[in-house]
């Protein structure tokens, strides 16, 4: 019953190698997905956001106003550690909650925890295995330009406001480099999940 920690920079394929240990059978476990759902209307969540930023973090359909709320922190590492503060212990609980979920459904289940924030949040978890995804700056600039929109000079600011690459990959059990064709990622994800089971 192993748990996987998978992270890695914006851009770095970390979704495409989730993707993959799913189609494997893990049970993917979403980091982003459970921040979206911790803040939800009526969470307690949101009404601490409302009340430490103000009723405009709300947009008209009574939904957390993420970019409203990205702008108010961004770039304002106070205010971002006030966030994080609030966020970061109900997406703990309940990814745990999830976690516990999926081994009483499947005592052998490979769980995996997609989570970008690992460095900065959670890495001392008892995780079995912290798998990176890596690809180089100039690799990532170019998906964020080519694949999601961004100007370079938005690009480059989404890579800077995350901790440096040698800071994850210093953390990781297992590198896979998703700088080559997706292929070459899937080999390396393949090779990994018989890791996984073949204990």
Do not use: C
Not at 41 to 65: K, N, Q, T, W
Not at 78 to 94: M, T
Not at 166 to 178: E, F, G, K, N
């Amino acid at each position: 019953m192993p748990l996987i920690a998978l992270t890695g920079g914006i851009a770095s394929g970390k979704s495409t190698i989730a993707g993959r240990l799913a189609q494997h059978g893990a049970v993917v476990v979403d980091a982003d997905r459970i921040v979206r759902d911790v803040q939800t209307p009526g969470s307690p969540v949101l009404h601490r956001i409302v009340e430490e930023f103000g009723e405009g973090m709300i947009d008209a359909a009574g939904e957390l106003d993420r970019p409203a709320l990205g702008a108010r922190v961004f770039g304002d590492p106070e205010a971002l550690a006030r966030l994080n503060a609030l966020v970061h212990p109900a997406v703990r609980a309940e990814s745990q909650r999830r976690f516990e979920d999926a081994f009483a459904a499947d005592p052998a289940a490979v769980v995996v925890y997609d989570v970008p924030l690992l460095v900065e949040a959670r890495v001392d978890d008892p995780w079995d295995l912290i798998v990176v995804a890596h690809a180089p700056t100039d690799v990532r600039l170019r998906r964020l330009v080519d694949l999601r929109g961004m100007t370079a000079e938005a690009a480059q600011d989404r890579i800077d406001a995350q901790v440096p690459d040698d800071q994850r990959l210093a953390i990781a059990d297992v590198v896979i480099d998703t700088a080559g064709t997706p292929a070459e990622t899937d080999a390396q994800v393949d090779a990994l999940w018989r890791r996984l089971t073949s204990a």
